[in-house]
């Protein structure tokens, strides 16, 4: 099986994906000529490896071979060669624009990482084929880790910055649930790369400034996986109020490690959260997705009001209570979102090419 395969790779959501999954079809004995969004970044020397070797099949790829762009919805048009056009798009929101809509027509097929996003494009592009490969995560990191104090409840959330991640809701609910006696710590990983110092100071200070502001830790960017699940296994509670996810590789990070889940009952996390291994917050309503910076209504996310924020406060407590019950549940879940079974139904979906290379019909072939 040949691919040729667009996508970036470096510590953002598509970045981790791309990587993930360039690895996985490697793996399973896909070549894969590789062309990188941006700069990729390695943060190891078998990474690096992996990416320059990929990059120098570009010089001499197969022309027929799928076509896999592994971008945003509205940015589908560049694909390599004659083969298949296959774009996957990750996205948080129910609707598409005019734009989104046109790219995605054009694609032969698009692959998403779960039901409720491949409902949201059968119901906006007609005739679309759309195929389901969810994501994974790298068990060889996110296992279960002794944790150091065992008294404390840990509470953390990571993923950067923003009014869809429910970061406004988070901070209330935390307040409401406990209050300086109660031995618990709320932990927040959130770098956002696309705000500017004084937005990223406002976050910082909404929770700092609070009332259990003492108990509130604001961590700061690691480099590596590794680090973050370090960090993680250090947790007891993963709490992830979002309004609309694209996928939540954190909150399934979290459930490979076992820890506990507090998780709203919408979009794309419901592939891996049900009741079974995750505290979840019903979502009984829709609304109008704004935020004044990257969202202006354009779709819809989870309407957060009274009834949700009591509910995290009742999951915030119950966690507390339950913190040293491992997460069994969510670990069996997690087995099943590996990134190798992500890359194989990649490759189920893709339309089959199997034949061997001959790279002097290749090289007359650019010639001509």
Same mark, same amino acid.
Not at 254 to 262: A, F, P, Q, Y
Not at 300 to 307: D, N
């Given at each position: 099986? #040949?691919?040729?395969?667009?996508?970036?790779?470096?510590?953002?959501?598509?970045?981790?994906?791309?990587?993930?999954?360039?690895?996985?079809?490697?793996?399973? &004995?896909?070549?894969?000529?590789?062309?990188?969004?941006?700069?990729?970044?390695?943060?190891?020397?078998?990474?690096? *490896?992996?990416?320059?070797?990929?990059?120098?099949?570009?010089q001499l790829f197969n022309c027929e071979a799928p076509s896999l762009r592994i971008w945003h919805q509205h940015d589908m048009a560049e694909h390599i060669g004659r083969g298949e056009r296959v774009g996957f798009p990750i996205f948080e929101l129910n609707r598409f624009s005019e734009i989104e809509k046109h790219h995605l027509s054009s694609l032969d097929k698009?692959?998403?990482?779960? *039901?409720? %996003?491949?409902?949201?494009? *059968?119901?906006?592009?007609?005739?679309?084929?759309?195929?389901?490969?969810?994501?994974?995560? /790298?068990?060889?990191?996110?296992?279960?880790?002794?944790?150091?104090?065992?008294?404390?409840?840990?509470?953390?959330?990571?993923?950067?910055?923003?009014?869809?991640? &429910?970061?406004?809701?988070?901070?209330? %609910?935390?307040?409401? %649930?406990?209050?300086?006696?109660?031995?618990? =710590?709320?932990? $927040?990983?959130?770098?956002?790369?696309?705000? /500017? /110092?004084?937005?990223?100071?406002?976050?910082?200070?909404?929770?700092? #400034?609070?009332?259990?502001?003492?108990?509130?830790?604001?961590?700061?960017?690691? #480099?590596?996986?590794?680090?973050?699940?370090?960090?993680?296994?250090?947790?007891?509670?993963?709490?992830?109020?979002?309004?609309?996810?694209?996928?939540?590789?954190?909150?399934?990070? $979290?459930?490979?490690?076992?820890?506990?889940?507090?998780?709203?009952?919408?979009?794309?996390?419901?592939?891996? %959260?049900?009741?079974?291994?995750a505290q979840l917050i019903d979502v009984d309503e829709t609304e109008s997705a704004y935020d004044g910076i990257w969202f202006d209504g354009q779709g819809e996310w989870a309407s957060i009001g009274e009834k949700q924020i009591e509910q995290l406060v009742e999951h915030m407590r119950g966690c507390h209570l339950n913190k040293d019950k491992s997460n069994t549940? &969510?670990? =069996?879940?997690?087995?099943?979102?590996?990134?190798?079974?992500?890359?194989?139904?990649?490759? /189920?979906?893709? *339309?089959?090419?199997?034949?061997?290379?001959?790279?002097?019909?290749?090289?007359?072939?650019?010639?001509?």
């Amino acid at each position: 099986m #040949e691919i040729n395969l667009t996508s970036p790779i470096n510590d953002l959501g598509y970045g981790v994906a791309g990587l993930n999954i360039l690895k996985g079809l490697v793996r399973n &004995g896909c070549r894969v000529s590789y062309w990188p969004i941006g700069q990729p970044t390695a943060r190891n020397q078998e990474d690096a *490896e992996i990416i320059n070797s990929c990059v120098k099949h570009t010089q001499l790829f197969n022309c027929e071979a799928p076509s896999l762009r592994i971008w945003h919805q509205h940015d589908m048009a560049e694909h390599i060669g004659r083969g298949e056009r296959v774009g996957f798009p990750i996205f948080e929101l129910n609707r598409f624009s005019e734009i989104e809509k046109h790219h995605l027509s054009s694609l032969d097929k698009i692959i998403v990482c779960s *039901e409720w %996003a491949k409902s949201i494009v *059968e119901s906006e592009i007609k005739n679309s084929k759309v195929y389901v490969a969810p994501l994974g995560v /790298d068990q060889s990191l996110f296992s279960a880790k002794q944790k150091h104090n065992k008294e404390k409840t840990v509470f953390i959330n990571v993923g950067k910055w923003e009014i869809r991640k &429910g970061h406004d809701i988070l901070i209330d %609910a935390f307040n409401k %649930a406990f209050n300086q006696k109660d031995n618990v =710590e709320l932990w $927040m990983m959130n770098h956002n790369p696309f705000l /500017d /110092d004084h937005a990223e100071k406002e976050w910082h200070n909404l929770y700092l #400034e609070s009332s259990l502001g003492n108990k509130i830790k604001i961590l700061p960017r690691v #480099e590596t996986h590794a680090e973050v699940s370090d960090i993680m296994s250090q947790a007891d509670v993963g709490v992830f109020p979002s309004r609309a996810e694209g996928w939540n590789l954190e909150a399934l990070e $979290m459930m490979s490690l076992g820890k506990h889940l507090i998780m709203t009952n919408y979009s794309a996390h419901t592939e891996f %959260a049900n009741q079974e291994n995750a505290q979840l917050i019903d979502v009984d309503e829709t609304e109008s997705a704004y935020d004044g910076i990257w969202f202006d209504g354009q779709g819809e996310w989870a309407s957060i009001g009274e009834k949700q924020i009591e509910q995290l406060v009742e999951h915030m407590r119950g966690c507390h209570l339950n913190k040293d019950k491992s997460n069994t549940k &969510g670990i =069996e879940t997690a087995k099943k979102f590996s990134w190798d079974n992500c890359a194989n139904k990649i490759i /189920d979906h893709c *339309e089959a090419y199997k034949q061997k290379i001959d790279v002097s019909e290749i090289i007359n072939d650019r010639i001509v």
